[in-house]
């Protein structure tokens, strides 16, 4: 059973366009929620995290924004660049007492120049 | 800091083989865990460690075994390879403190992978 669910697996978008990637989630105890990038050939690199307390948080062109109420959380990707052309997961931890953690599928997106 | 390092980057087995995956980070972090990468399917925890001498299984422990003797280690063992498990291999880490959680400490540093092929 997955407990976060990401949207769309994969997405085309022109550059200077903005990019948007939805996660949803299942358990309301949940309170970290991160946005992980991998580009291709390595590994997930965490990109930028949000609270549950928080509506939303900006880093640079990178927003998340938060609806507890419907129990999603979305990546917003402004003035998208060829070099955000990557795959990024959504994440929530799954058992806070071992560190673990649920990943979504991945989405793929590919900014064209 | 190299961070989490893991060799080989790429191998081919063949069927029945067993190989050896090595991880190693070098960030005094408690916890470990390895993950498997298929395409479409995203990270699936094979096994975790939350310090040495300490390992459990994650939601595809099948076909691999694992050893925590230091906190800098976390090898990951593959029986009898299979061809269902090629895929790409990921060792992460992640720091938690002994006064508690705090916010955060999910954060999981990955390494650069392995790619396994299974022919």
């Known amino acids: 059973q997955q407990q976060v669910k990401q949207s769309p697996q994969s997405l085309i978008v022109q550059k200077g366009g903005i990019s948007i990637i939805n996660c949803a989630y299942e358990?309301?105890?949940?309170?970290?929620f991160p946005w992980y990038q991998q580009f291709p050939g390595k590994g997930p690199a965490l990109l930028i995290a949000?609270?549950?307390?928080?509506s939303e948080k900006k880093e640079g062109r990178f927003t998340i924004s938060f609806n507890k109420s419907a129990k999603q959380f979305s990546l917003h990707i402004m003035d998208s660049q060829p070099g955000d052309s990557a795959t990024y997961f959504c994440?929530?931890?799954?058992?806070?007492?071992?560190?673990?953690?649920?990943f979504g599928d991945g989405t793929t997106l590919t900014v064209k120049p | 800091n190299a961070g989490v390092t893991q060799t080989p980057k790429f191998r081919i087995l063949k069927i029945g083989q067993s190989m050896t995956l090595q991880c190693t980070q070098d960030?005094?972090?408690?916890?470990m865990y390895w993950y498997r990468q298929d395409p479409g399917m995203g990270l699936k925890l094979i096994y975790y460690?939350?310090?040495?001498?300490?390992?459990d299984k994650g939601e595809v422990p099948n076909g691999y075994n694992v050893s925590r003797s230091t906190t800098e280690d976390f090898p990951l063992r593959l029986e009898l390879a299979a061809p269902s498990q090629t895929s790409v291999y990921f060792c992460?880490?992640?720091?938690?403190?002994?006064?508690?959680?705090?916010?955060?400490?999910?954060?999981?540093?990955f390494g650069p992978g392995t790619r396994l092929l299974v022919l």
């Open positions: 994440a929530a931890p799954l058992n806070t007492n071992a560190g673990k953690s649920t």
């Open positions: 960030m005094n972090h408690n916890y």
């Open positions: 949000i609270r549950p307390d928080v």
């Open positions: 358990n309301t105890a949940f309170d970290y």
């Open positions: 992460a880490s992640s720091y938690r403190g002994t006064s508690g959680r705090a916010w955060g400490q999910e954060t999981q540093y």
């Open positions: 460690s939350v310090g040495a001498g300490i390992t």
